[in-house]
């Protein structure tokens, strides 16, 4: 092994037949680990803040489906009793053919109540 005067270098020296590797390794720049937290925590704050803002509008957007789900309920009910309740045009017309036969017959007996009297 060479020596080196540097107190954080290292130098290695591998000899075989098939390898021969020489390294000057910086043990410093080998650990030397760089972070700036006050940039890593402003991201993660960003990030919990876009997650609040989405979570807000997922529950908005179940909020607003479930209103939607309601109404839609509503509307199938009415349409439901509009169907059962539903008077076509001939029907309709037999309708107010009945009621102008009850009309005459209902005159015809105030007509005898008159007589009567």
Avoid: C, W
């Amino acid at each position: 092994m060479k020596k080196n005067n540097s107190p954080h270098r290292i130098s290695t020296e591998i000899n075989s037949e098939k390898i021969k590797i020489m390294n000057d390794i910086d043990l410093n720049a080998l650990f030397n680990l760089n972070y700036n937290f006050d940039l890593l925590k402003g991201i993660i704050e960003q990030l919990l803040k876009n997650q609040n803002a989405l979570q807000n509008q997922v529950d908005e957007l179940f909020g607003s489906i479930g209103d939607r789900d309601k109404r839609i309920e509503a509307l199938e009910k009415e349409v439901k009793y509009l169907k059962e309740t539903y008077v076509n045009k001939s029907q309709l017309k037999e309708v107010l053919e009945d009621l102008k036969e009850i009309k005459e017959h209902l005159k015809k007996h105030d007509i005898q109540i008159e007589d009567s009297m």
